[in-house]
């Protein structure tokens, strides 16, 4: 390895010339903030969704997945004294939502292969204040979500998708935010499979919670309102019908959405490719790959995450260290929630109660996978998977 070439970093976005153009074309248009471009992205995120759907889905463009994902539970009426499920294995924002809103969140395990959220943990962990689940496609491969919706209809509970990782990412050849959720949150974060930047999507075929959402995502504001008891509504009057947040998308970051979700497939397709370079060059190393999706189903890989078998006679830190040394960055997904202060103290939590997450997390590192990469940076990394297991 020379140590002539420059660091490879964990992720990098792909701006093209037409994001840029289009950017510099809202800058020049004198409408920076939410506006027409934010429009044509939700309408536009919505035609892509409903090639698969049935025509009823709702898209509410928003400043980050985790404002998505807020707004969604907001609509749902989940507030204090109520109970939230998901994963410990994820993003703080997955949880902290629950918080925001006075819920409390119960942590599971996940499924040791998939590291989705784990079936029968969900089952066991519902109590008569459970109100809902929110299940992560981790890594952008689908959760069990034929079980989380059978076990959500069984015992009246609500689910809300964090789909952060999974666009686009089929279950069943049916896409990522067009299942029978009551919600669906996509991030457009620099690192995810298509960026904004900031951005999120929230996708609902509930159109009052679509409607709480809109008029939440911006102060609570209600133009609607005024237009039932008057036929002509002068445009400065408005009416605020609840503390709402500020969580609308800008027309600068939509501009951006535009083009990367035109993108999306090619995207995909060089993602899929990487991964199955990296599957067949790993192939028979003490490594656990990470699954495929089932045949004729998508996987977004969002993430390449390797784990280091039992037998591979190195630590994790290691491991991400000789990485480093040969200018590879790479990453964890994720230190569990269970393990961060907040959440521990909280509920009290013992790693014990989470031993497929835990040890997970002691073996796991993240390798770099964007389309950015070229195939002589794929090559670079493989060669040095394999220098560092020695
Ligand atoms: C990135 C991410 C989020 C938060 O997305 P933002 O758009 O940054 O708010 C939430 N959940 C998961 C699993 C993520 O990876």
């Not at 027409?36 to 035609?47: D, Y």
């Not at 830190?317 to 000789?322: P, V």
């Amino acid at each position: 390895m020379s140590a002539e070439l420059p660091f490879l970093p964990f992720a990098l976005p792909e701006i093209g010339e037409e994001e840029i153009a289009e950017v510099v074309d809202t800058l020049r248009s004198g409408w920076v903030t939410t506006g027409p471009k934010a429009k044509r992205f939700e309408q536009a995120f919505a035609e892509f969704l409903n090639q698969y759907g049935d025509g009823q889905i709702e898209c509410i463009a928003v400043n980050s997945a985790t404002a998505g994902l807020h707004l969604a539970l907001e609509a749902l009426g989940i507030g204090p004294g109520d109970e939230v499920i998901t994963t410990t294995h994820t993003f703080t924002a997955t949880a902290e939502v629950a918080r925001y809103l006075g819920a409390d969140v119960v942590l599971v395990d996940v499924d040791p292969n998939t590291l989705n959220i784990k079936i029968d943990e969900i089952e066991a962990a519902i109590t008569p204040r459970t109100k809902a689940i929110i299940p992560v496609h981790y890594a952008g491969l689908a959760a069990d979500m034929l079980a989380i919706l059978d076990i959500a209809r069984k015992h009246g509970l609500k689910v809300v998708e964090d789909a952060a990782h999974a666009l686009p990412t089929t279950l069943e050849k049916e896409l990522i935010g067009t299942l029978g959720s009551n919600a669906t949150v996509f991030s457009f974060y620099a690192n995810k499979t298509m960026t904004t930047g900031e951005g999120g999507m929230l996708v609902t075929r509930d159109a009052e919670l679509a409607q709480r959402a809109r008029v939440m995502r911006l102060h609570g504001i209600n133009r609607d309102a005024f237009d039932r008891f008057t036929a002509k509504k002068p445009s400065w009057y408005y009416e605020i019908v609840a503390p709402g947040f500020k969580y609308n998308l800008t027309d600068i970051a939509a501009a951006l959405g535009l083009h990367q979700l035109k993108r999306l497939p090619a995207f995909q397709a060089r993602r899929e490719q990487i991964a199955r370079a990296y599957h067949e060059a790993f192939a028979g190393l003490p490594l656990i790959l990470p699954p495929c999706a089932p045949d004729g189903d998508v996987h977004s890989w969002h993430l390449y995450v390797l784990r280091l078998a039992d037998d591979a006679g190195i630590t994790r830190d290691e491991f991400i260290e000789r990485m480093y040394a040969q200018g590879i960055g790479c990453s964890v997904h994720y230190v569990p929630l269970h393990q961060h202060p907040y959440w521990r103290e909280r509920y009290g939590l013992k790693a014990e109660r989470f031993p497929h997450s835990q040890k997970v997390y002691e073996t796991t590192v993240s390798i770099p996978l964007y389309t950015a990469m070229s195939d002589a940076d794929v090559a670079r990394v493989i060669a040095a998977v394999r220098q560092a297991l020695g």
